[in-house]
T-cell receptor, first 111, second 113 residues
Framework: EDQVTQSPEALRLQEGESSSLNCSYT??????LFWYRQDPGKGPEFLFT???AGEEKEKERLKATLTKKESFLHITAPKPEDSATYLC????????????FGTGTRLTVIP | DADVTQTPRNRITKTGKRIMLECSQT?????MYWYRQDPGLGLRLIYY???????NKGEISDGYSVSRQAQAKFSLSLESAIPNQTALYFC????????????FGEGSRLTVL
């Protein structure tokens, strides 16, 4: 059964304190791993797609990496505006667009 | 204007009532989805549609139905609402060439008393 597990559930960081969020997955034949950001009261917003082990993607203070079993979202020198819930997802079912989402990591960056 | 618009944004109703949540998009995408989000359970797929004539059940379709009225419109109905359908509902769209990149609406918060 396809599964996605994210850790930690919640993370509080001081502004400028770098850290990493984890997304571990068990899927048969990975067809991509996707990271989203969700602000309170909003819909998720797409961040990255990773397709193969060793691949990395960057956007501002965020860098996503992928291994054969997990993905990390590294946050370098975070700012309060990086506070959000970060979701990872993998394709599930018959179509690559049917995403199976993890429950997310709620990140709070304190000024 | 938002690319994916959901109405209503908030709705409180009573057990047994019929509820319709509507979604319209200006992205020009063929693929549309309805997800439900509950605390601790994440986003779960209810129904999806790859074009106007294609409707598919997702992970948790029981108690729900959908209608794809046009390429740009996808509605979710609860024929007889029950309290455990209280949740945040999201509509999303995608282009068939960008697998995994979903564009979400801002959500419809439904409370069933």
């Amino acid at each position: 059964e396809d599964q996605v597990t994210q850790s930690p559930e919640a993370l509080r960081l001081q502004e400028g304190e770098s850290s990493s969020l984890n997304c571990s997955y068990t899927v048969s034949g990975l067809r991509g791993l996707f990271w989203y950001r969700q602000d309170p009261g909003k819909g998720p917003e797409f961040l990255f797609t990773l397709y193969s082990a060793g691949e990395e993607k960057e956007k501002e203070r965020l860098k996503a990496t992928l291994t054969k079993k997990e993905s990390f979202l590294h946050i370098t020198a975070p700012k309060p505006e990086d506070s959000a819930t970060y979701l990872c997802a993998v394709p599930s079912g018959t179509g690559a667009n049917n995403l199976f989402f993890g429950t997310g990591t709620r990140l709070t960056v304190i000024p | 204007d938002a690319d994916v618009t959901q109405t209503p944004r908030n709705r409180i109703t009573k057990t047994g009532k019929r509820i319709m949540l509507e979604c319209s998009q200006t992205k020009g995408h063929d693929r549309m989805y309805w997800y439900r989000q509950d605390p601790g359970l994440g986003l779960r797929l209810i129904y999806y549609s790859f074009d106007v004539k294609d409707i598919n059940k997702g992970e948790i379709s029981d108690g729900y139905s959908v209608s794809r009225q046009a390429q740009a419109k996808f509605s979710l109905s609860l024929e007889s609402a029950i309290p455990n359908q209280t949740a945040l509902y999201f509509c999303a769209t995608s282009d068939w060439t960008q697998t995994g990149e979903l564009f979400f609406g801002e959500g419809s918060r439904l409370t069933v008393l």
